[in-house]
């Protein structure tokens, strides 16, 4: 409960700068990409619930990589997401190979959560913990 805590505190903080350094969502993986969540960069697989994150490949430098087995907590800060909850938590997995350097790739599952698939790209601000 205190992560969750802390989580919120921090993502309450970010709001005060995300409107001049908005991070983009995107979501990857399956059903439609499959082939992209065969090999992911951390070793432990993906977790059972679906919800799993792709980061920008600064994270991934050497290893051992430190965000893997890490939770990305996301909040979306942008009208056009639609979803049910404004908030999620998703397991670092993987490193996004296209991203820009202030984008993640959310597996569908998580980003369904926030936003319907034809929203496409949504604006974020986020904490690893």
Do not use: W
Request: hydrophobic share 35%; aromatic share 14%.
């Amino acid at each position: 409960m205190n992560t969750y805590l802390f989580a919120v505190l921090v993502l309450l903080i970010h709001t005060v700068f995300a409107d001049e350094y908005p991070y983009k969502s995107t979501f990857y993986g399956c059903p439609d990409e499959c082939s992209t969540q065969e090999s992911p960069k951390c070793s432990h697989g993906l977790p059972s619930n679906n919800f799993f994150v792709a980061l920008h490949p600064r994270y991934f430098k050497s290893k051992p990589y430190k965000y893997c087995d890490n939770y990305y907590v996301g909040m979306t800060i942008d009208a056009k997401a639609s979803g049910e909850y404004k908030l999620v938590r998703a397991k670092v997995v993987d490193q996004c190979g296209t991203c820009a350097e202030t984008q993640v790739d959310l597996s569908q599952t998580a980003f369904e959560h926030l936003a319907k698939k034809s929203t496409g790209v949504i604006n974020m601000i986020y904490v690893i913990l």
